[in-house]
């Protein structure tokens, strides 16, 4: 069954810095993949996907992701971390036409 | 403006109470669901519906109804048989799109037990 891990709960950058958030998927049919993002009591808002086209993603605000088949990853970077980027990220995949399975999700603080 | 929209924003419940969330999206999607989200969980799906008056129950259903009568609503009713519905409650939408199922999300509902 398709599933994704998402390593580390937390994670804490230095406004400026690398922001480096990992996810490892699990699929025995081509994935589709996805990034969302939540801000406190809020929905979740798609950063990206990756539908089969390019294995580098760019999203929104600054972000981007490369799906590594050989890796099973699909990890989710930013050059330059902001103070608006602290939220929590979500690594999803598809498991068919309409269900996608979550990540437990990853907290980013951002330190000034 | 195109969206989801949930209400309440906070529900409260008591024992032996049900409750019903609302969920309406006018993105004239024809596949909505229901997720729960706990800390440390990531969001865990409760029912969802392809079409109008289908739906089939997704990881988590017992103690949770749903019905789909029109395509821009799918209310979700919290039952007084879940024990532990204290959470916070998303619903999304989707097109379907050869798989791709791009959910878009509203701004949840936060239920707690009085």
């Known amino acids: 069954a398709q599933s994704v891990t998402q390593l580390g709960s937390h994670v804490s950058v230095s406004e400026g810095a690398l922001v480096l958030l990992r996810c490892n998927y699990s699929?025995?049919?081509?994935?589709?993949l996805f990034w969302y993002v939540q801000y406190p009591n809020q929905g979740l808002q798609l950063l990206l996907k990756?539908?089969?086209?390019?294995?580098l993603v760019k999203g929104i605000n600054g972000f981007e992701a490369e799906f590594k088949k050989s890796e099973t990853s699909f990890h989710l970077t930013k050059p330059s971390a902001h103070m608006s980027d602290a939220a929590e990220y979500f690594c999803?995949?598809?498991?068919?036409?309409?269900?996608?399975?979550f990540g437990a999700g990853t907290t980013v603080t951002v330190r000034a | 403006d195109g969206g989801i929209t949930q209400s309440p924003k906070y529900l409260f419940r008591k024992e032996g109470q049900n409750v019903t969330l609302s969920c309406e999206q006018n993105?004239?999607?024809?596949?909505m669901y229901w997720y729960r989200q706990d800390p440390g969980q990531g969001l865990r799906l409760i029912y969802y519906?392809?079409?109008?008056?289908?739906?089939q129950k997704g990881d988590i259903a017992e103690g949770y109804s749903v019905s789909r009568e029109k395509k821009e609503s799918f209310p979700l009713t919290v039952t007084s048989a879940q024990k532990n519905p204290t959470a916070f409650y998303l619903c999304?939408?989707?097109?379907?799109?050869?798989?791709?199922?791009?959910?878009?999300f509203g701004a949840g509902t936060r239920l707690s037990v009085l």
């Open positions: 999803a995949v598809s498991v068919n036409d309409y269900k996608l399975s």
């Open positions: 999304a939408s989707s097109d379907h799109d050869g798989g791709k199922n791009i959910q878009y």
């Open positions: 993105l004239n999607h024809d596949a």
């Open positions: 699929s025995s049919v081509p994935p589709y």
């Open positions: 519906s392809q079409i109008v008056n289908d739906f």
């Open positions: 990756y539908t089969s086209a390019a294995t």
